[in-house]
T-cell receptor, first 114, second 116 residues
Framework: GNSVTQMEGPVTLSEEAFLTINCTYT??????LFWYVQYPGEGLQLLLK?????DKGSNKGFEATYRKETTSFHLEKGSVQVSDSAVYFC?????????????FGQGTELSVKP | GAGVSQTPSNKVTEKGKYVELRCDPI?????LYWYRQSLGQGPEFLIY????????DSGLPNDRFFAVRPEGSVSTLKIQRTERGDSAVYLC??????????????FGPGTRLTVT
């Protein structure tokens, strides 16, 4: 079946530290991959996406590369800020023809301290 | 412009009661999704509408759950004979339909359902 596994949180970092949140997936076919973010008190927002192997999604200093050989889509940021504190969800859409329903990982809480 | 809205924001009900949760998608968005998020977990897909019809309801956990979208805009998720295990945040998302692209889903703030 289709599934997403993320590293467990919470992750606590100091401001300006390097961030990696690991995400691996299991899927049939060629999924599209996403990172969503949920800031405190707000709804889920799309952070970045990649739709085919070797694509790199990027936004707000965050990056993730679609690695088919390792079935991974790790989220990285070179220098985190306090405002990046949120819960991050890795997700996939199994295939374009399945209506775009998202399959999410369990989420990783990030806390950035000044 | 206005985003996806959901009402109520919080709902407390007793075990065995019936509840309705409402979703107002972004105007013009043809696709509408319902997800359920339990504490400490990622959202789980429930049902997907394309226009008025349910294109995929494979995520509905059992026949106590039902959703409608009669005019292709507002959707209502209906839960009969609620159980304590139904307690969760129910999320709605909408997206436009664009041929050849995978459109972004825009999420509402959710309805927190608590079954006592």
């Amino acid at each position: 079946g289709n599934s997403v596994t993320q590293m467990e949180g919470p992750v606590t970092l100091s401001e300006e530290a390097f961030l990696t949140i690991n995400c691996t997936y299991t899927a049939t076919g060629y999924p599209s991959l996403f990172w969503y973010v949920q800031y405190p008190g707000e709804g889920l927002q799309l952070l970045l996406k990649a739709t085919k192997a070797d694509d790199k999604g990027s936004n707000k200093g965050f990056e993730a590369t679609y690695r088919k050989e390792t079935t991974s889509f790790h989220l990285e940021k070179g220098s985190v800020q306090v405002s990046d504190s949120a819960v991050y969800f890795c997700a996939l859409v199994p295939s374009y023809n399945q209506g775009g329903k998202l399959i999410f990982g369990q989420g990783t809480e990030l806390s950035v301290k000044p | 412009g206005a985003g996806v809205s959901q009402t109520p924001s919080n709902k407390v009900t007793e075990k065995g009661k019936y509840v309705e949760l409402r979703c107002d998608p972004i105007s013009g968005h043809t696709a509408l999704y319902w997800y359920r998020q339990s504490l400490g977990q990622g959202p789980e897909f429930l049902i997907y509408f394309q226009g008025t019809g349910a294109a995929d309801d494979s995520g509905l956990p059992n026949d106590r759950f039902f959703a409608v979208r009669p005019e292709g805009s507002v959707s209502t998720l209906k839960i009969q004979r609620t159980e304590r295990g139904d307690s969760a945040v129910y999320l709605c998302a909408s997206s436009p339909t664009r041929t050849g692209l995978l459109p972004e889903q825009y999420f509402g703030p959710g309805t927190r359902l608590t079954v006592t």
